[in-house]
């Protein structure tokens, strides 16, 4: 997971969002300004969502892992929303159920194996509750990011300040 891109342009605190659809929107468009994927991915990542629900319930804030398949992807890269007001998200494997997701995660993997990878390594940070609220309650992107880093034990890049 060497060649992930992660840097503060890619954290979006005080995200405003009506609802999931929106949230995924301003973030895969981040994402899409950035040059990190191509511009399929912004209505790819909120159809997958929408067939293949991320919302995850916590013991701390509620969050969502929305990605989609390698095709849309320039760059390797995860993108950070916190939601300035809860937003429901349909439950993982649930038909009709939703969390109010405060937290959000996107994905952009340009590989099966890598997407899969990452997904364990966000699962460990979803069941650390004091994880999840310094990601919720931090406002500094440098900060959140080396967090980021260090939880997913990576090598630093981007656009680190170290």
């Known amino acids: 997971m060497s060649d992930l891109y992660i840097d503060e342009t890619l954290i979006l605190n005080d995200l405003h ?7 995924l ?17 912004i209505q ?20 969502a892992i929305p990605h989609t398949n390698k095709e849309h992807v320039h760059q390797k890269t995860l993108s950070i929303g916190v939601l300035a007001t809860p937003v429901p998200f349909g439950i993982m494997g649930e038909e009709s ?47 959140q990011k080396e967090a980021l880093i260090d939880a997913l034990s990576l090598s630093r890049q981007g656009g680190e300040t170290r």
């Open 17 to 23: 969002a009506a609802d999931a659809d929106e949230a």
């Open 25 to 41: 929107r301003t973030m895969a468009l981040n994402l899409y300004d950035h040059g990190l994927v191509k511009e399929s991915y």
């Open 44 to 63: 790819a990542v909120i159809n997958r969502e929408q067939e293949f629900a991320t919302g995850l319930p916590t013991k701390g804030p509620a969050v």
């Open 97 to 143: 159920e939703t969390v109010p997701v405060e937290l959000v995660f996107m994905l952009a993997m340009d590989d099966e194996h890598s997407q899969l990878s990452m997904l364990q390594q966000l699962m460990a940070i979803f069941q650390d509750e004091q994880q999840l609220s310094f990601f919720k309650n931090t406002n500094d992107k440098t900060k």
